[in-house]
């Protein structure tokens, strides 16, 4: 399994991202997809998540109504759009796989891609 997150990098206060992840070596479509994201010298904490078929999301509070998950099961990808970003957005953010639906806890994913670093700059 392969879950190869791309998109990050260094930004404005305000700016937008959109990050992609890629997977492959599993059946996509039976996945829930989850974003997570690890600040420096935090622990990684629950971004998104998007269930199997993209029918139901959920989000952190702390990114609401600035974050959309979405996913394209054609494309096996799933993406995150940030808006509105702001240097407490900085950290390296993780995609990952799922079985369970709408899980929230890092604990509840099997699958881990390797990264990808945001940094936002006042």
């Known amino acids: 399994v392969q879950l190869q997150a791309s998109g990050g990098g260094p930004v404005q206060a305000g700016d937008s991202l959109r990050l992609s992840c890629a997977a492959s070596g599993l059946a996509f479509g039976l996945y829930g997809m989850g974003w997570f994201r690890q600040a420096p010298g935090k622990e990684r904490e629950f971004v998104a998540v998007?269930?199997?078929?993209?029918?139901?999301?959920k989000y952190a509070d702390s990114v609401k109504g600035r974050f959309t998950i979405s996913r394209d099961n054609a494309k096996n990808t799933v993406y995150l759009q940030m808006n509105s970003l702001e240097p407490e957005d900085t950290a390296v953010y993780y995609c990952?796989?799922?079985?369970?639906?709408?899980?929230?806890?890092?604990?509840?994913?099997?699958?881990w891609g390797q990264g990808t670093l945001v940094t936002v700059s006042s």
């Open positions: 998007i269930t199997a078929s993209g029918g139901s999301t």
């Open positions: 990952a796989a799922s079985t369970g639906i709408l899980r929230l806890n890092r604990s509840e994913y099997g699958h």
